[in-house]
């Protein structure tokens, strides 16, 4: 069955670095567009950046700190934050769904990571 496992969060000060990892298993990520989530607490779930064989996409609070990326071979996606900021602390969830083109709605994936949680805190 499609699994998507999350890792890589943890507690980092401001200023710092981290890289969230999601590993896929059941499905190639060669047919599939992925996106990377976050969800603070008592707020909505917010598109962070996403990724298809045509396109990349990011939230204008990250462009410019965070990259996304994928391994197709190793069927991994992953995300590089830097700069981190305490706005950043959220719960990171990535997703897929069997696109061709990037997707940037919560809505519009099929499949859902448990989580990982990352604190920007000094």
């Known amino acids: 069955q499609v699994q998507l496992v999350e890792s890589g969060g943890g507690l980092v000060q401001p200023g710092g670095s981290l890289r969230l990892s999601c590993t896929a298993s059941?499905?190639?990520?060669?047919?599939?567009?992925m996106g990377w989530f976050r969800q603070a607490p008592g707020k909505e779930r917010e598109f962070v950046a996403s990724?298809?064989?045509?396109?990349?996409y990011y939230a204008d609070s990250v462009k410019g700190r965070f990259t996304i990326s994928r391994d197709n071979a190793k069927n991994i996606l992953y995300l590089q934050m830097n700069s981190l900021k305490p706005e950043d602390t959220a719960v990171y969830y990535c997703a897929a769904v069997k696109a061709r083109s990037s997707y940037l709605r919560v809505d519009e994936y099929n499949y859902w990571g448990q989580g990982t949680q990352v604190t920007v805190s000094s």
């Open positions: 990724i298809s064989w045509s396109d990349t």
């Open positions: 059941g499905f190639s990520l060669d047919y599939y567009a």
